[in-house]
């Protein structure tokens, strides 16, 4: 049974830096494309980040510069560095990891960017 557990959500201040992380239970990691997507009340799921298994990374235009997604095959563990945060990038996190026609969710962690 693949399970997906998000950790590092919280409250930070404009400008802060949280590391979000995602580690993965289950026969599955190192051959599927992993990555971060968020959600706020009342809008679709967006894609953040991900990470290809052979590493390309992609970004929404939103973070770009600002966050940065890495993975760790042996850890089975994906990370979302979140640098120079602004009051927008409040959300709910959700990890996934997919290798169509399989994809499975974490089940999300509170980002609150206030002051």
């Known amino acids: 049974q693949v399970q997906l557990v998000e950790s590092g959500g919280g409250l930070v201040q404009p400008g802060g830096s949280l590391r979000l992380s995602c580690a993965v239970s289950?026969?599955?990691?190192?051959?599927?494309?992993v990555g971060w997507y968020r959600q706020t009340p009342g809008s679709q799921r967006e894609l953040v980040a991900d990470?290809?298994?052979?590493?390309?990374?992609n970004y929404a235009d939103s973070v770009k510069g600002r966050f940065a997604i890495s993975r760790d095959n042996g850890l089975k563990t994906v990370y979302l560095q979140m640098n120079s945060l602004k009051p927008e990038d409040t959300a709910v996190y959700y990890c996934?990891?997919?290798?169509?026609?399989?994809?499975?969710w974490g089940q999300g962690t509170q980002v609150t960017v206030s002051s």
């Open positions: 289950g026969s599955i990691f190192s051959d599927y494309t």
């Open positions: 996934n990891i997919k290798r169509p026609p399989e994809s499975y």
């Open positions: 990470i290809t298994v052979g590493g390309r990374t």
